[in-house]
């Protein structure tokens, strides 16, 4: 029983908020705020994958999260909103529950295909090269959504609240809450499951030394096509949890600075940890928030804290620790299979 | 059938001929050394044999398997483990987790099984790991299973990447100058080893070294290669008195 | 005739972006470091380049010293690139250096230019505001026209600005003493101070050509383009970067070719396209000479050995 606690007050905290954004106990900014937070550790985590696991320098995390943002929201906007490609919706809104993680799961494969831009380049080139591959490949996404008129083009897309509204309109509760600290606790779930394993532990192997795990069996190039099609796939997750809390998008949130954003939670937390990416994620959402009356000075002061960062402590919080190594007791209190 | 044959290997970089037509033929369970000069070739050899580099010209095959057009973690599956000249171990990891990742080849379930946590899944996962308990244990490596490698000394490391090698559970091994940096101490304890595992394994050794004492007791059978030709194949004894073999340790002086 | 306007314009433009590149391969070649700040620091030479024409010249509600504009143009360029230069020494001497001193992993130090890069430009949107700021005219226009090219003064400064630099850097790197152990310290940071060459002399000396570099093209932009915001230096900064990066980053060569090479997919593409798609097409280009050669058109393969 000891061992399921974590588990147990992980879904009783998701059950919790959930019941508490409904009576308004917590305001919709709060919400919002959890919201983000969530989207930020599904970003993180997956990054951390390539950038902290693999040692890699993706910079184009948000390219990946744009597809993701994109797919979804147009099959959603297609099934449900009244749009000016097909007209009417396709389906009713009661069908939105259903078809909502469905789109969600649309867009992370399709965001997983696009990894492959990046992923292949990757068996014959690594490091800085690698790096310039990703910039490119965020840039080449923006880019193409910017030409796409027909989703419009620079000037966003929208229509995702219908989807919203649709699922309300079935049971009034605050549905993407529970979708995003949903698909939150899935990703962290799925990448602690993949990084435990023998076939994950070779992630960290080719970081290592590449030469050595390609001769010790390890598929190298199948790891690197995992390890980047899972995490762009997961960025695209993000992507279309993203759009759909907002109703809005637009191709230039997906940017490099945006890129930057994860990158920064990433090395703030610490390379190759789980907890560590987490925690950097709910930190630097905090830390949006408290800053927000800087205004642009946020952004002065939020480089400067990752310099100083990187000067005294560049592992990061937890360096490439879990909670659980910091805190052997911790254990007893989960079980991850 | 040999279990490695090696035929006419050659291997050019630009002009350079690292390797030239280069033969050999390893039985099982045989304990034989590549010596030769520095710069001669011969971890050019292992890194052919096991498929680092292709060949320019000639063919390898392991079990009458032709390995060209392999990548190295293939050939690996065919049973050739190998350890390099300067420890290649991943630092960052466990001994065990070491021990473990190097029976990549072997685990056998899919992504989904990882995920799901499949029962296919525990079954694999329970055996690498019976596995790489059992080998740190044989090698006398159990203590420091969950040290970081570069936390031991390097004769430890040197033990390590051994056993990471036979948990690949090769029928070649290939050893690139195990003995190098090793204090005579070490040397004793390595070559104890190297005994015990080829006792107790079914394994044909292959090794490059430069310790004379290390390849005199331990091989069978000696090659001898300069600027990448062959120019001697015996026993020790025959070695040890073939005049060309002199010649390219000790020059070509004639009193 | 039409060609060989656009040719024209690819060459100006292939000439900011390969001013640019060389910062970026400069630091690269010396240090294996990614400059990520390197497009800012173009940007606050632009800047720099402004508030001293401004200051001699007069203008936008300022005073100033009322100089005529050619000798303004005199005295902006080398104040310029010596201020620039300044602010790279900076970054190095107070960000990079500390790092390299506690032998920091290099990924570390990249990491650290890419927030000093955000610092430069949210902090001079923060000082200066967003309204953008408009360039006083220096040199006065004159259009040459060759049986219907037209040609106007600035583009041939900028387009030999370009030559003359590549030309003065590839001289001091592979003939000066100082270009030979920046080429050593590239293959041994550590063996350079035993051979009794001062490291950080050498790298304080990268960061001033890198920088005046970026400050050079910060005035000869803004001269062409004559509006400055605080985020123009980030596009045409990532931008230079991969070219240098196509070209072989490292190598000064690999800089001009794939800043010109850049210069003349996007003219290209504006040429037959519509202009939206500039972008799309020169990042689809470069990503491809990446895919089928990785380490650019100049650069050479590290090989592993074991």
């Known amino acids: 029983m000891q061992k399921h606690t974590f588990t147990i007050s992980l879904f009783a905290g998701i059950f919790l908020l959930t019941v508490l954004a409904q009576f308004g106990v917590i305001n919709q900014y709060l919400v919002s705020v959890i919201m983000l937070m969530g989207v930020n550790i599904i970003l993180s985590t997956s990054l951390n994958l390539v950038n902290g696991y693999m040692g890699e320098f993706s910079c184009g995390h948000g390219g990946f999260m744009c597809v993701g943002a994109y797919v979804s929201s147009v099959v959603t906007v297609l099934c449900f909103s009244k749009n000016h490609i097909l007209g009417a919706p396709l389906l009713p809104p009661s069908l939105a529950l259903l078809a909502f993680p469905l789109a969600l799961a649309a867009g992370a494969a399709v965001a997983a295909v696009a990894g492959l831009v990046v992923a292949i380049p990757s068996f014959k080139t690594r490091g800085d090269y690698l790096a310039i591959i990703t910039l490119a490949a965020n840039y080449i996404v923006i880019s193409a959504i910017d030409n796409m008129e027909i989703i419009g083009g620079p000037r966003g897309f929208m229509g995702m609240n219908a989807t919203v509204n649709g699922m309300e309109g079935l049971l009034d509760i605050p549905w993407m809450l529970l979708w995003v600290l949903s698909g939150t606790v899935f990703t962290v779930w799925l990448l602690r499951r993949f990084v435990s394993s023998t076939l994950g532990k070779g992630v960290p192997a080719i970081a290592q030394d590449e030469i050595a795990a390609e001769i010790m069996s390890v598929d190298t190039n199948r790891m690197k096509l995992i390890a980047f099609m899972l995490s762009s796939g997961l960025a695209g997750l993000a992507g279309g949890l993203f759009a759909h809390i907002l109703g809005y998008v637009n191709p230039h949130s997906f940017d490099i600075m945006k890129s930057t954003e994860v990158m920064v939670m990433v090395y703030l937390g610490g390379m190759g940890s789980l907890s560590g990416a987490t925690l950097s994620a709910i930190l630097f959402t905090v830390l949006l928030e408290v800053l927000r009356p800087l205004e642009i000075w946020k952004w002065v002061v939020i480089p400067l804290l990752l310099i100083l960062l990187m000067q005294f402590r560049p592992e990061g919080i937890m360096g490439n620790k879990e909670l659980s190594d910091l805190f052997p007791k911790l254990k007893k209190y989960y079980s991850f299979k | 059938m040999p279990l490695l044959e090696a035929k006419g290997l050659t291997r050019r970089f630009g002009g350079l001929i690292a390797v030239n037509d280069f033969n050999i033929e390893l039985g099982e369970r045989e304990m034989v050394a590549l010596i030769g000069p520095n710069g001669a070739g011969k971890t050019t050899v292992f890194n052919l044999v096991s498929g680092f580099y292709q060949p320019s010209e000639g063919a390898i095959t392991i079990n009458g398997r032709d390995t060209r057009g392999m990548r190295p973690h293939q050939v690996t599956s065919l049973g050739v483990a190998r350890t390099f000249q300067g420890i290649r171990l991943w630092g960052e990891m466990t001994v065990l987790d070491n021990i473990r990742v190097s029976q990549h080849y072997r685990a056998g379930y899919s992504l989904l099984d990882c995920f799901l946590r499949t029962k296919k899944y525990m079954i694999r996962e329970k055996e690498i790991e019976r596995v790489a308990w059992e080998l740190l244990e044989a090698m006398e490596l159990k203590e420091y299973a969950l040290e970081l490698p570069r936390n031991l000394s390097y004769g430890l490391q040197r033990r390590v990447e051994i056993a990471r090698a036979m948990s690949l559970k090769p029928s070649l091994l290939l050893l690139d100058e195990p003995a190098a940096g090793l204090n005579s101490a070490d040397v004793e304890g390595l070559i104890k080893l190297v005994r015990w595992i080829h006792d107790t394994f079914p394994v044909t050794i292959w090794m490059i070294e430069h310790q004379m004492k290390v390849v005199m007791s331990l091989c069978t059978r000696i090659k001898v290669v300069d600027f990448g030709a062959t120019i001697a194949d015996g026993t020790p004894e025959e070695i040890q008195n073939n005049p060309a073999v002199i010649k390219a340790y000790l020059g070509d002086d004639t009193i | ?306």
């Not at chain 3, 408009?134 to 370009?162: C, D, Q, R």
């Not at chain 3, 003065?168 to 550590?190: C, H, P, Q």
């Not at chain 3, 123009?232 to 990532?238: E, N, R, Y």
């Open chain 3, 1 to 306: 005739m039409e060609f060989f306007q656009h040719i024209l314009n690819a060459l100006q433009f292939g000439s900011f972006y390969a001013l640019i590149a060389l910062g970026y391969t400069l630091v690269y070649g010396v240090l294996r470091l990614i400059n990520f700040a390197h497009g800012d620091i173009f940007m606050v030479g632009a800047y720099i380049a402004y508030f001293v024409a401004v200051l001699l010249l007069g203008g936008e509600g300022m005073h100033g010293l009322g100089l005529s504009p050619a000798l303004t143009l005199a005295i902006t360029v080398p104040v310029t690139m010596i201020l620039t230069s300044l602010v790279g020494v900076t970054l190095e001497r107070t960000m990079y250096r500390p790092l390299r001193r506690k032998g920091a992993d290099r990924l570390y130090v990249v990491i650290t230019a890419l927030m000093a890069g955000l610092m430069l430009e949210n902090g001079n949107l923060a000082l200066l505001g967003a309204s953008r700021k408009s360039f006083p005219e220096l040199m006065e226009k004159v259009v040459w026209t060759f049986g219907g090219v037209s040609v106007t003064n600035l583009k041939v400064v900028v387009i030999v600005a370009a030559i003359v630099v590549f030309v003065l850097l590839e001289f001091i790197v592979t003939k000066t003493k100082i270009g030979m152990a920046m080429r050593g310290i590239s293959y041994d940071k550590f063996a350079i101070p035993l051979m009794g060459i001062p490291l950080d002399t050498i790298i304080v000396v990268t960061f001033i050509l890198g920088s005046s570099m970026a400050g050079l093209a910060g005035i000869l932009y803004a001269m062409s383009y004559p509006i400055l915001e605080p985020y123009m230096g980030a596009l045409i900064g990532w931008k230079a970067f991969i070219a240098a990066v196509v070209g072989g980053i490292g190598d000064i060569r690999g800089a001009i070719v794939g800043g010109f090479l850049l210069g003349f997919i996007e003219i290209g593409v504006v040429a037959v396209f519509p202009s939206t798609l500039r972008d799309l097409f020169a990042f689809s280009v470069l990503l491809g000479i990446l895919w089928l050669k990785p380490t650019g058109l100049f650069g050479v393969a590290q090989t592993t050995k074991i």
